[in-house]
């Protein structure tokens, strides 16, 4: 189950790499997206907290030790704008920041630990 879930979530990140890079239609120039990571500590704690990132950018979710979420406060459409699913040691998930906006999180098995994701 576990080589299940890490080749699933290994498979979704290289969809959304591929799907984040494109081509600026203005100078014909490839553009990528920057990767900003958020480390899940054992100690409970998202680190660093607060991320700040430019529209089409994504944050990466790497698991350091636990069992963590990254669930979006918000609710949209009775839906989570982003929730990572479970992230295990070793594990990562990776979302598109598409909208400008501050997204705060936390994660579902500790309510202390929190994050902010500033996108400009």
Not at 59 to 64: F, R
Not at 83 to 92: D, F, P
Request: some cysteine.
């Amino acid at each position: 189950m576990r080589t299940v879930l890490v080749l699933a979530l290994a498979s979704a990140a290289a969809v959304l790499l591929a799907v984040s890079s494109g081509v600026d239609d203005s100078s014909g120039q490839e553009v990528r997206a920057t990767v900003h990571t958020v480390k899940m500590k054992g100690n409970n704690t998202f680190e660093p907290a607060e991320v700040k990132v430019k529209v089409g950018d994504q944050v990466k979710w790497v698991g350091e030790g636990g069992t963590h979420t990254a669930t979006a406060d918000d609710q949209t459409n009775l839906k989570k704008s982003f929730n990572t699913g479970t992230v295990k040691m070793g594990q990562e998930a990776i979302i598109n920041c598409n909208n400008a906006g501050t997204f705060l999180y936390h994660c579902e098995f500790h309510g202390p630990m929190k994050g902010k994701i500033v996108v400009e």
